[in-house]
């Protein structure tokens, strides 16, 4: 771990002190949640929607304004971090909207850093407290034992080590196994043969990250690195959008500050990569008609937007239509800071806003990331909303 590193308020000291030498301060435009054009140096301005938090609660205390405002008071004035505050800073979903449209500093950052505030202080989110302990002792979050972890590849034969790895992260080991079994079929469809981890494969420490948990997760980073090292892996494939995004921020100061030694992917970007090499054969019709949501963590957090569409558009037979809601613009799943947990009210409420777009825009609603999945699956089966819902790969596997 990086023996220098600072969290909480004096990690994001620069965001509301201003030592930067370009301005740092947020300039109270109110472009990170007010609806329709307001920021001159965003080229495309087309938002209907921006910030969920201020959607669902329509108070600016819920904006990331206001969140910026409250790290102000809270450093500069000693403001106490009250429930009220708590409050405020755990009812974000972390989507990357607020910094996708902000020309000036970072909203997003704003939050973690006063998350990991708490955190330092005591104060940590109730809502959280099992799933850190089951993070603790069974380096998962999802309250499941570790020694079932890698129950979904039995009988794949997959190697412990090799120069490809496919990490399969909580939600598919746990909570929909057969995404992970479709998922190694279809790379070994395009001639990538994958090594696993098993047991030795720990959590990624997204949601612990999110929420603020910072120390928390320092033994799973160093664990999750140095097993990938002794494994030779030369390339880390993930399906997960949380994982790929926990997984980039390694390299960052507040874990080891320096490059990984191994390539990090989406298995979006090596499904595309294969049919552009022309290693994976898409032959048989898929005749659907779906739409693309595109994970906060893959898309606004890493430009990754053109990939899964490649995949897509190269299915025999599928007709595609894009939400009015897309790319950069998207609308977030409802999951992001393992918001079900936190506030399970909100969560479903920006989870059925965007079904209720998916199902006005198409039949079939497609995702990358096996969280969006999680979600998109569990509201449509507690709303009976009729409507089908994929993984990619699951969509891939049909075109074989």
């Not at 509301?16 to 920021?39: A, H, Q, V, W, Y």
């Not at 008071?73 to 403001?79: A, G, P, S, T």
């Not at 089951?134 to 309250?143: G, I, K, Q, T, V």
Request: aromatic share 10%; charged share 25%; with cysteine.
């Amino acid at each position: 771990m990086n023996k220098k590193r600072t969290l909480g308020l004096q990690r994001i000291k620069p965001w509301i002190f201003g030592d930067f030498e370009k301005p740092t301060g947020c300039i109270l435009d109110g472009s990170c949640f007010g609806r329709g054009p307001c920021n001159p140096m965003v080229k495309e301005d087309i938002y209907t929607t921006k910030c969920p938090s201020y959607e669902k609660f329509k108070f600016q205390s819920f904006t990331p304004k206001a969140r910026w405002l409250f790290a102000e008071l809270i450093y500069h004035r000693k403001f106490p971090i009250t429930e009220d505050v708590k409050d405020i800073y755990q009812t974000c979903m972390l989507c990357y909207t607020c910094n996708e449209v902000c020309g000036v500093h970072e909203p997003l950052d704003i939050v973690l850093g006063v998350r990991e505030e708490m955190v330092l202080r005591g104060e940590h989110f109730a809502p959280y407290i099992k799933r850190n302990e089951s993070f603790r002792e069974n380096h998962n979050p999802l309250l499941q034992k570790s020694e079932e972890r890698a129950k979904w590849a039995e009988g794949l034969n997959l190697p412990r080590s090799g120069e490809n790895m496919y990490f399969s992260g909580c939600v598919e080991s746990y909570r929909y196994p057969e995404l992970a079994r479709v998922a190694i079929e279809v790379l070994r469809a395009g001639g990538v043969n994958v090594a696993y981890a098993a047991e030795d494969e720990w959590c990624c420490g997204c949601l612990q990250r999110h929420i603020g948990e910072v120390p928390l997760t320092d033994a799973t980073v160093q664990h999750n690195v140095e097993q990938m090292g002794n494994a030779g892996v030369k390339r880390l494939i993930v399906s997960c959008a949380g994982c790929y995004v926990q997984w980039k921020r390694y390299e960052q100061p507040i874990y080891l500050d320096q490059k990984l030694p191994f390539e990090v992917v989406h298995i979006s970007q090596v499904l595309a990569e294969l049919i552009d090499n022309g290693k994976l054969k898409l032959k048989k019709n898929v005749d659907k008609n779906v739409t693309y949501h595109d994970p906060c963590h893959l898309g606004r957090a890493h430009g990754i937007y053109e990939e899964p569409r490649k995949v897509l558009e190269n299915i025999p037979g599928i007709k595609f239509t894009e939400m009015p809601r897309h790319g950069r613009n998207s609308w977030c799943c409802g999951g992001g800071s393992g918001m079900h947990t936190g506030n399970p009210e909100f969560s479903e409420f920006v989870t059925r806003d965007r079904l209720r777009e998916a199902k006005a825009t198409s039949d079939v609603l497609v995702t990358a990331c096996s969280l969006c999945y999680d979600r998109f699956m569990s509201q449509r089966n507690q709303d009976n909303i009729g409507m089908e819902i994929y993984q990619l790969p699951v969509l891939v596997r049909e075109a074989l």
